[in-house]
């Protein structure tokens, strides 16, 4: 999966910085939604000296030990994400709205837990990735 773009972000001068969060938060606090948007955004305005910001959409799980409202709390962070990243990120990963990674129950992507990615869905944030430094 790394070798898809560890050229990228071994090159010092692209200065590059993927943060994806949002899950662990909304798994295991009970924030809202706009709270935890703002700890994004808090780590990427203190990470502001990173010529490339690379913020990620949260995506689905249908985990029977997630939080109940984890469904609809994770909409709204995803929305949050994609109406704001421009004011704190240079580019935004929407892994949420990638078919593939859209469904948690298939295991072409998923790890059994119904959260996690195997390989062959770390290959596909890889390859988005990848896509949106290319093009700007």
Not at 32 to 40: D, E, L, R, V, W
Not at 51 to 57: D, I
Not at 66 to 72: C, I, L, M, W
Not at 97 to 124: C, E, M, Q, W
Request: contains cysteine; hydrophobic residues 35%; charged residues 20%.
């Amino acid at each position: 999966v790394n070798t898809k773009i560890v050229p990228q972000i071994q090159d010092v001068t692209n200065n590059i910085l993927c943060a994806w969060g949002g899950t662990n938060d909304l798994w295991s606090t009970s924030d809202s939604a706009a709270t935890i948007h703002g700890y994004i955004q808090s780590y990427f305005q203190a990470c502001s000296g990173y010529n490339k910001r690379v913020a990620f959409t949260v995506t689905p799980t249908t985990s029977g030990s997630a939080p109940a409202d984890f469904e609809t709390r994770r909409v709204e962070l995803n929305t949050l994400i994609r109406n704001n990243y421009t004011n704190y990120a240079t580019h935004l990963v929407d892994l949420a709205g990638d078919a593939r990674l859209s469904n948690p129950d298939d295991p072409t992507y998923f790890y059994s837990d119904k959260l996690h990615f195997i390989n062959a869905g770390y290959d596909v944030v890889a390859d988005l990735v990848k896509a949106r430094l290319d093009t700007a």
